[in-house]
Nanobody, 114 residues
């Protein structure tokens, strides 16, 4: 199993939008996929998760602003982030969970300037 690879991070201003992408090494059709983030001085936290049945879960801090989605045909998962705030700054990690094992990407940095 090769770790997933994130992309799409960057420097944006507060109120802007950004879409993160994550590509897995193989089929994700039976995998739960998630996005976590770690801000400066903070612990890593769950941002959003989508299971293999397309049921989604969001952190309260991003509900109504972020949307997680998946494309099983492309082995991809996305995180659409709207109305970004400075507190959204951090390294965003993609996680694939398969048969009880988590595979973490190396992360992509999102910086939101106020």
């Amino acid at each position: 199993q090769v770790q997933p690879v994130e992309s799409g991070g960057g420097l944006v201003q507060a109120g802007d939008s950004l879409r993160l992408s994550c590509v897995a090494s193989g089929s994700i059709s039976i995998s739960d996929m998630g996005w976590y983030r770690q801000g400066p001085g903070n612990q890593r936290e769950l941002v959003a998760r989508i299971n293999w049945r397309d049921t989604t879960t969001y952190a309260d801090s991003v509900k109504g602003r972020f949307t997680i989605s998946r494309d099983n045909a492309k082995n991809m998962v996305y995180l659409q982030m709207n109305s970004l705030k400075s507190e959204d700054t951090g390294v965003y990690y993609c996680v694939e969970s398969r048969y009880g094992v988590d595979y973490w990407g190396k992360g992509t940095l999102v910086t939101v300037s106020s």
